[in-house]
């Protein structure tokens, strides 16, 4: 029996390398469903590429375009935000693959979880913005929760025929991004272009921002926190600016298991298909051969002040990690138009989060509305 994945944004980083894994494993993978929300062009070429049943454009405007070119494939073409939600939950997808961009990946892992469908999650808005409605989500409906984030792939991989009762505590890697020498006052007229210069990954625009930031790196903290159960103060983060450890686990008796790997996001989405088996991979190895060096650092609070807020809002809960992502969105996405300044990130979301009202105990509906406030006020 093969294993039937919908690729959820299949078109972007994570979701093409999720279509190469499942291309260079047809013995054990079916595309069965891919849905992008407006590189069409792209989707056409997947749809004729893997064959898949089910094709969803998510943007509507672009439907005449996607019909037209698969008219003459065995393939149903739908549009739009609903039928992306809809098509995780049909019969005959065994995965979804949540590769979504930001708070847009909530409502499908939702209705995956729901569904019963295994779910590999690359989409790290989802746990931290709904982090305790899912976790109780995955408890009732007993599913497996894959993480494809590097760092919580190491986790997962080192906690492999462990007890969670015996971790003392989880040990975030970051690669300190492309500010880790910048001085503070330095920061203050850092352009894009600065930014989206990453040292050690090639990722999409809105992350690399957060990883000079570090606002990924706090994202990470209440990811792994809802993930594995661990509460905010036995997570750590250290900066290791080689990116060759990709997170640890340090246990009661002091003994400590680190996943190392060339920095590729290939390892960990082969994983979390895969899971529990492993599959081979062409790609370079670490070469314990030449000379190289791992290196840590605490990392610096008051040069990465996302950091720290990350980890008050992850203490904090309630609706106030979906008022932090929102405001994120919102003040990266103005950073990359540059219509704001760098520090002006930390200063908008800190003002979000003392505006929007607090609710502890927040519905699906409710962090909705939120999300919606949150964007309505951060640039105001
Ligand atoms: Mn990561």
């Known amino acids: 029996m093969k294993k039937r994945i919908a690729v959820l944004g299949s078109t972007g980083s994570i979701g093409t390398q999720t279509l190469e894994v499942a291309a260079a494993h047809p013995d054990i993978f079916e595309v069965e469903t891919i849905t992008a929300n407006n ?5 056409i070429a997947q749809a004729i590429r893997f064959q898949p049943n089910i094709v969803v454009i998510g943007n509507k405007m672009h439907y005449k375009r996607l019909k037209e070119a698969l008219a003459s494939y065995p393939v149903k073409v739908f549009a739009g935000d609903d039928a992306i939600v809809q098509a995780v939950t049909l019969p005959s997808v065994d995965m979804a693959v949540i590769a979504l961009i930001g708070f847009s990946g909530l409502l499908p892992a939702v209705k995956a979880i729901e569904a019963g469908k295994a779910v590999a999650l690359a989409n790290k808005e989802t746990l931290v913005v709904a ?90 903290v209440i990811e792994a926190c809802r993930l594995f159960g661990i509460p905010a103060d036995r997570i750590e983060v250290v900066v290791h600016p080689q990116s060759v450890i990709h997170s640890m686990v340090q246990f009661i008796d002091g003994s400590v298991k680190a996943q190392m790997g060339i920095p590729d996001m290939m390892i960990p ?21 030449t000379r190289f060096s791992l290196d840590f650092e605490k990392p610096d609070l008051k040069r990465f002040p996302l950091l720290e807020m990350a980890y008050r809002v992850l203490r904090e809960g309630g609706n106030q990690p979906c008022v932090m992502n929102a405001a994120n ?17 930390y200063r908008l979301i800190e003002k979000a989060l003392a505006t929007i ?24």
């Not at 850092?190 to 999409?204: F, R």
């Not at 989405?269 to 370079?284: E, K, V």
Request: a negative charge; glycine letters at 6%.
């Open 39 to 43: 590189r069409v062009d792209e989707l």
């Open 329 to 345: 969105e919102t003040a990266v996405a103005a950073f990359l138009e540059g219509r704001i300044h760098y520090t002006d990130i």
């Open 269 to 289: 989405i082969r994983y979390a298909l895969a899971y529990p088996q492993r599959l081979p991979a062409g790609h370079s190895r670490i070469d314990f051969a």
């Open 131 to 220: 982090g305790e409605l899912i976790t109780e989500l995955v408890k009732k409906h007993q599913v497996p929760l894959l993480p494809v984030d590097s760092e919580h792939s190491a986790i997962f991989q080192c906690l492999q025929g462990e007890s969670l009762s015996n971790v003392e505590k989880l040990i975030l890697t970051a690669s300190g991004g492309p500010f880790r020498t910048k001085l503070a006052h330095e920061l203050n007229d850092v352009t894009k272009e600065d930014a989206l210069q990453h040292p050690s990954w090639n990722m999409g625009a809105a992350i690399t921002i957060n990883s000079a930031t570090m606002m990924n790196k706090g994202m990470e």
């Open 357 to 380: 009202p607090f609710i502890r105990y927040p519905t699906l509906d409710d962090l909705q509305e939120t999300h919606r406030e949150t964007i309505r006020k951060t640039l105001c």
